[in-house]
């Protein structure tokens, strides 16, 4: 198995504190992948490594089949090589229509100078809906995204993130704030997404990993404490130490 995102050995550090700690792991193609660990164990600053946001002081961030360095990209660019990223909280156009929020989104992820040009077109209104539907607002086109549901904005804005075709997805705490059908209608989202997309997802909900069922990546202090099923790391006493033991 070949990794589509490999981190090797990079640490971070801000005023002196390691916030990333010779930190490790790759994520394969199409893979689902939970992160979990305590407040502070880095998960956010991975996430901004990846996103070019942070730049590591040391180690490497390689990208696909030729492994090519993200450390050489800016952020737009790393975007458009395919990693897209959902913030916790949703930043969808309230005034505007689910469509039009999917349609903004469909121009955006072409070139600079052709989003000048860019006209809505038969192919896009398809588009638009197919993306609706892949996250569950196939009903709500003509809705006002103001009007939606705390769960309901962040699978529009998910479904934004797919109109850049990303192969990639760091998805932020997904379960935040939602009900609990949504966020079961969100692991079910989040699964699906993962037959065509890898999907990294940061979470703090227990219950929501475990209905992932995925592998899961404890981090802590900025490394890899266990890696592997729920169960397994929920078993490992540091695990239990560090992170379950807090409660
Ligand atoms: N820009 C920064 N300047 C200084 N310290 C920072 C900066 N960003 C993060 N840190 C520190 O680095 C450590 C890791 O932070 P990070 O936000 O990545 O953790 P986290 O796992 O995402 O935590 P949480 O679960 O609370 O979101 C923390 O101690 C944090 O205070």
């Not at 450390?71 to 039009?100: C, W, Y």
């Not at 990639?168 to 699906?192: C, F, I, K, S, Y």
């Amino acid at each position: 198995m070949t990794a589509l995102l490999e981190v090797r050995g990079i640490s971070v550090s801000f005023d002196g504190f390691r916030a990333i700690n010779n930190l490790s792991f790759e994520i394969a193609d199409r893979e689902l992948r939970a992160i979990i660990g305590p407040n502070g164990a880095g998960k956010t600053t991975f996430m901004d490594i990846v996103t070019g946001k942070t730049r590591p002081n040391e180690g490497q961030v390689l990208w696909g089949e030729n492994s090519k360095s993200l450390l050489r990209m800016n952020e737009s660019q790393i975007a458009r090589a395919g990693i897209g990223r959902k913030f916790q909280r949703p930043t969808v156009f309230e005034d505007q229509t689910v469509a039009e929020n999917l349609t903004m989104a469909l121009s955006a992820s072409r070139s600079p100078f052709s989003v000048l040009r860019w006209k809505p077109t038969q192919d896009s209104v398809t588009r638009v809906g197919e993306l609706a539907t892949e996250v569950g607002l196939g009903d709500q086109l003509g809705r006002k995204s103001g009007e939606l549901s705390h769960g309901q904005k962040q699978w529009l804005e998910i479904g934004m993130l797919l109109a850049q075709e990303p192969r990639l997805l760091l998805v932020d705490e997904p379960a935040a704030g939602m009900t609990l059908a949504e966020r079961e209608q969100t692991t079910t989202l989040l699964r699906n997404l993962a037959e065509k997309h890898a999907v990294v997802v940061v979470e703090h909900d227990m219950d929501f990993v475990r209905r992932l069922d995925c592998k899961v990546t404890v981090l802590h202090e900025g490394s890899v404490l266990a890696e592997g099923s729920l169960d397994h790391v929920t078993a490992n006493p540091q695990v239990i130490e560090v992170y379950l033991g807090r409660g």
